[in-house]
């Protein structure tokens, strides 16, 4: 399996512009790595373990620092990493130093730092690409062992969300990509211009790259070897450009701007209303499209000027509400709360208590179970799926897998994919809560009642369900009855 894509594998099943192998005047090969990777992905139906492995391969390059950066989607879940430079018959051990996973980048070192002595850095470049400049694009693809070089022609440079919802911008190419090529450099003039990430199956020679701009945005949030993320609003916006709408918002002519049809919340002290509309980000005219003028000949959504002026958290933003301009500084979080958020790249948490396994719901678990089973089984996770949580900390706990097999299940149904409402009459606010109402319960019963359509409550001894657990984690080979995290709060620390 070789890379290329930000969620899955693309297979471009012909090119027009063959792949050629990198002459020998060419510096850049010396600097260009294959990556080889041991995969194992999450299994959400037995979250106590992982998915079977998987080898991959994609390809990634020297950058200062010795340093090897690549595509996040290329060593993501890798359990082994390995990398092997031009011509070296040897794969030595790597591992990730950082990851972004929303903007698809990672790093990668190697323990013997000689590696990087015959290998320079590949410089990067400044600015944004010109557009119908050319790059070379290096890796190693589908259809063969030896690196190869495709040459393309930058055709655009846009506006785009990456995984995770994250905004940033990509650089279009006609250079054909495939799967392997993903991290690989495109070099212009002898510099870096951005990394190969993704194709489009449907199209011949289009691809895409990450530009030095989001590259670098990355190095300097990583500079305190921390990675934070990319400040964003999470207001809602439309245009101005409607005539009629612009009577109703009494925009004066030549008055552009992004209004705000839905605020990030509702909070009487949330500085951005609805129908407010954003006329200027920092000093940048922000036109009737809701777009900025970045070069000459390059218009971006005005968004793209939030985290380069973001500053502790917030952005200057000049706005028109009810006929009159404020100045307003606007918050910037690097990512949308949820009930439902994203695992990124993690594994997820668990806990066992007799016969059911308990899970937070993540959006990758909803991907990999698919919405038609979920809304068939009437639940109440999609209903909640966008919604922030109602207190820090809320989680959706769901029945992750069938229950195992034991007496005290007799006539029960399965509740797998459930909402766990209450134990016991209590709110179940997160895993955690979860585990800490069964520890201290003391009662005689368990009770569960979930969440959605067609579910029926449990109630169990409590004293058979605990000598059940053991139980059955001796039966089917279970070393830990939950996650790491857990095991703080199920051996009694707040």
């Known amino acids: 399996m070789r890379f290329l894509g930000l969620l899955s594998i693309v297979i471009v099943s012909s090119l027009s512009r063959p792949a050629i192998a990198a002459p020998a005047e060419d510096a850049i090969r010396n600097s260009v790595v294959q990556v080889f990777v041991t995969q194992r992905a999450p299994n959400f139906t037995q979250p106590w373990t992982k998915a079977p492995p998987r080898e991959g391969s994609g390809t990634g390059f020297v950058i200062d620092g010795k340093r090897i950066m690549t595509n996040a989607h290329v060593v993501r879940y890798g359990s082994q990493i390995y990398v092997q430079a031009y011509q070296s018959p040897d ?8 990851v972004a996973p929303g903007i698809d980048l990672a790093l990668l070192t190697v323990e013997d730092s000689s590696f990087f002595d015959s290998r320079p850095p590949i410089p990067l470049g400044e600015g944004l690409p010109k557009v119908k400049g050319t790059v070379n694009v290096y890796g190693y693809p589908l259809g063969g062992e030896q690196m190869s070089v495709t040459e393309g022609i930058i055709s655009r440079i846009e506006a785009a969300t990456y ?47 990450i530009p030095v701009e989001e590259i670098t945005t990355f190095l ?29 918002l009494g925009l004066p002519k030549g008055t552009g701007g992004a209004m705000i049809t839905h605020p990030a919340n509702d909070d009487e002290k949330h500085p951005l209303k609805e129908w407010d509309v954003i006329t200027h980000v920092g000093d940048h005219v922000i036109d009737s499209a809701a777009k900025v003028q970045v070069a000459a000949d390059l218009q971006l959504p005005f968004t793209y000027y939030v985290p380069k002026l973001a500053k502790d958290g917030k952005v200057p933003l000049t706005v028109r509400r009810d006929g009159k301009e404020l100045k307003i500084d606007a918050p910037v979080p690097v990512e949308q709360p949820s009930k439902v958020p994203y695992l990124k790249d993690d594994y997820p948490s668990y806990f066992i208590y007799g016969p059911l396994v308990f899970t937070p719901v993540c959006k990758e678990m909803i991907s990999a179970y698919g919405q038609m089973l979920l809304r068939d089984r009437g639940l109440v996770v999609l209903k909640h799926m966008n919604e922030p949580p109602a207190f820090e900390g809320e989680q959706l706990v769901v029945v992750a897998s069938p229950m195992f097999s034991h007496r005290i299940t007799k006539s029960y149904g399965q509740p797998m ?45 409590r004293q058979e369900i605990a000598a059940a657990t053991e139980e059955i984690l001796t039966d089917n080979g279970i070393r830990k009855q939950f996650s790491d995290d857990i095991a703080g709060v199920w051996n009694g620390k707040k």
Request: glycine share 10%; charged share 20%.
């Open 417 to 461: 994919l459930s909402v766990v409402s209450t134990v016991n009459g209590t709110n179940v606010k997160n895993l955690a809560h979860l585990a800490e109402l069964l520890r201290d319960a003391k009662g005689e019963f368990i009770e569960f009642r979930f969440g959605g359509h067609d579910t029926e409550t449990m109630v169990f001894k």
């Open 91 to 98: 794969k030595i051990p790597a591992k990730v130093v950082a």
């Open 220 to 248: 300097e949030d990583i500079a305190d070897g921390t990675y934070h993320g990319k400040p964003q609003l999470l207001e809602e916006f439309q245009t101005v450009e409607n005539d009629a709408l612009r009577a109703r």
């Open 163 to 209: 995984v995770y919802r994250t905004p940033g911008l990509r650089v279009q190419i006609d250079a054909a990509l495939n799967p392997g090529n993903s991290g690989g450099p495109a070099v212009s003039d002898g510099k870096l211009a951005g990394v190969a990430f993704s194709g489009v199956p449907a199209a011949e020679n289009i691809g895409y790259l």
